[in-house]
């Protein structure tokens, strides 16, 4: 339950600071994690987040999204996670977008880690 707050303490606080930036953002690109971790593909209607562990990509979100200016929630592909062993099992995943980062909570262990991720250009 502790864990659960904190969440969406966080996301809150990212949904209230982005929404003083209301330019459109385009996701669809190439993003990666500040420590290079997690890399994520966007394509207009899914996304993919590989996490990089001892030099090998492992599948971790793959699912498609519905987004609005700042924020989107992507619902996870089902037939394209159920084999997967280091996939997140979660039915949907909030994504925030702010100050050319997108951000989302991994959970491991039971914690919770903010993500944040910038587009490679």
């Not at 420590?35 to 599948?59: P, S, W, Y």
């Not at 037939?79 to 994504?95: L, M």
């Amino acid at each position: 339950m502790k864990h659960a707050v904190v969440m969406l303490i966080l996301m809150g606080v990212l949904m209230f600071a982005t929404q003083a930036d209301a330019r459109p953002v385009s996701y669809v690109g190439n993003w990666k994690s500040n420590d290079g971790t997690f890399t994520a593909v966007v394509k207009k209607d899914e996304i993919k987040i590989h996490m990089h562990v001892d030099g090998h990509a492992l599948l971790y979100w793959d699912g498609s999204f519905h987004k609005n200016a700042h924020d989107f929630t992507s619902w996870r592909s089902v037939t394209g996670t159920e084999d997967c062993v280091f996939c997140s099992k979660d039915r949907a995943k909030s994504f925030t977008y702010q100050e050319g980062q997108l951000h989302f909570l991994f959970k491991l262990n039971g914690r919770y880690n903010l993500i944040s991720m910038k587009k490679v250009k």
